[in-house]
């Protein structure tokens, strides 16, 4: 059993900042890579952000420059700093892994709402 448990989430006003945070634990083989994806109301889940063991990352297009992933996936954790937030980044943000025996694993989500 892996478990994914994110945290960080909450109630921020635009503009301002948050760090998430997800940390893997359980029977985990070699995780390569973690990322961040999130789901708003009525849209599909999409990926935010994404950084492999070999510390390479990747961002959506439209966040580059306002998030930033970081993680050491060697001890199977990884975090989201979101900086300039604004209110359509509202959303529930999850974690996601990936291990080397092509398993992926998700956690539960954690809110992020930026007020107006």
């Known amino acids: 059993q892996v478990q994914l448990v994110e945290s960080g989430g909450g109630l921020v006003q635009a503009g301002g900042s948050l760090r998430l945070s997800c940390a893997a634990s359980?029977?985990?083989?070699?995780?390569?890579?973690m990322d961040w994806y999130r789901q708003a109301p009525g849209k599909q889940r999409e990926l935010v952000a994404g950084i492999t063991k070999g510390s390479r990352t990747n961002y959506a297009d439209s966040l580059k420059g306002r998030f930033t992933i970081s993680g050491d996936l060697a001890k199977n954790a990884v975090y989201l700093q979101m900086n300039s937030l604004k209110p359509e980044d509202t959303a529930v943000y999850y974690c996601h892994a990936r291990d080397q025996l092509t398993r992926h694993f998700w956690g539960q989500g954690t809110q992020v709402t930026v007020s107006s």
């Open positions: 359980g029977s985990i083989f070699s995780i390569i890579a």
